[in-house]
């Protein structure tokens, strides 16, 4: 009896969650840039075709309710690379507030600029980072595309493309113009027997929306708009470079030792035909147009596939990454691991926070704020800082309006707002959303 007592817990035990492997397992993260939570074939979608996510999320588990830290980049990417909260990690823009006489690329080179980006960089490196603490675990690294912290090398990739631009440089041209830095490295590591980590990161399908003639012909007709055609067919150019990446794998037999994680940095409305675009809705808003990607978990033969309804953030993934590498996961982090369902059934919400595109002042993560919100089952709660920024510049308005509440089961698009009918969910999720930001 006693025998047959461990083998039930043995096989309990294996069911829960993979036990960290002996060799430690391969990491492709893949990031889209500016994506819809519901463009994906798996998630409903009629309006464009994702034959390659599709089949990456039939091997996956799924998580359809997951959310970004914020719904603007710089501040989002630091969150997935981190593990903490916008607030917690600081780099609460993409920019540092500068003097507006110069702009374009003449403010890009002044030196309040310069010195801003360098203050910020420094702040992020105060963060425990995920490519370094795999480094300790083995691990070779390499980052491609979207980047705001300057040289590769700052976030303790071993390994990338981007020298210290603004935004990623020449990273940027990964996916859109080549993926022989992705592939080769892939190849590279194989060879030289050790395990990688490779954040590819393209821009896409973030504009300039410059599809293939032959996919923008495919949605020209299909597509309500001439904007929202070109913005289907960038997503579907990004889904075939998740196609040629999983054959390479394939092709160097690494397939079953590669994990695969995916999320979209912060989500898109494509534009339409107004001189003045309403981003209310969409990048850099707190609804879900903003802040809603889902989440997608592969390792075939180790993570079973299935869907979770459970609410995820992106800031799960640092620790569920670093578990199922057999690395050390910090303490204080903000994250739960994916593939523990009580946890993830035990969390009582999830949340974020929305700020001005330009740090208004770094360390001071209030003097950015513009909105907080907060997932709790079903229900979502949005509430204005009251900052008046005075500008309208990247999206960043004054917010000022009252608390808004939304049922996601009932009103997935957030069109009837419920906060005067229930004032006692507003009160009470006000309170949970109060004991969670602690940015003052």
Known sequence: ?????????????????????????????????????????????????????????????????????????????????????VHRHGITGNDPLVPAAATGAARQKSPAFLEGRARMIKRFQESPILPRLLGERGYVSLQTGKWWMGDYSTGGF???????????????????????????FISRAKQDGKPFFAWYAPMLPHDPHTPPARLLAKYRDR???????????????????IGEVRAHLEKEGLTRDTIIVYIA?????????????????????????????????????????????????????????????????????????????????????????????????LGRPAASLRYRWLVAGDLK????????????????????EPPRLFDLKADPHEQRDLAAERPADVKRLTGLLDGWWDGR
């Open 1 to 85: 009896m006693r025998h047959l007592l461990l083998l039930l817990c043995a096989f309990t035990l294996a069911g829960a969650a993979p036990a960290a492997p002996a060799k430690a397992p391969n990491i492709l993260m893949i990031i889209s840039d500016d994506h819809a939570w519901f463009d994906y074939g798996f998630m409903g979608s009629k309006a464009v075709q994702t034959p390659h996510l599709d089949k990456l999320a039939a091997e996956s588990r799924v998580f359809p309710r997951g959310y970004v830290t914020n719904s603007l980049c710089g501040p989002s990417l630091a969150s997935i690379l981190t593990g903490r909260h």
């Open 158 to 184: 071993t390994e990338g493309m981007s020298k210290g631009g603004r935004h990623g440089d020449v990273g940027l041209d990964i996916g859109r113009k080549t993926l022989a830095p992705l592939t080769e």
């Open 223 to 241: 597509s309500p708009t001439p904007q929202a055609a070109r913005y289907h067919a960038m997503v579907e150019w990004f889904d075939e470079t």
């Open 265 to 361: 940095d912060n989500g898109w409305i494509p534009r339409t035909d107004k001189a003045e675009v309403d981003f209310a809705r969409s990048k850099q808003s707190p609804f879900d147009g903003g802040v809603r990607s889902p989440i997608l978990v592969s390792w075939p033969g180790r993570i079973a596939p299935t869907t979770i309804q459970a609410p995820a953030s992106a800031v799960d993934l640092m620790p569920t990454l670093l578990k199922l590498a057999g690395a050390k996961v910090p303490a204080d982090g903000d994250g739960l691991d994916l593939l523990d369902d009580a946890a993830l059934k035990a969390r009582p919400f999830v949340a974020g926070q929305n700020s001005t595109h330009d740090i208004r002042e």
């Open 381 to 400: 709660l949005i509430v204005s800082s009251g900052l008046k920024t005075g500008a309208t510049q990247h999206g960043s308005a004054d917010a000022t």
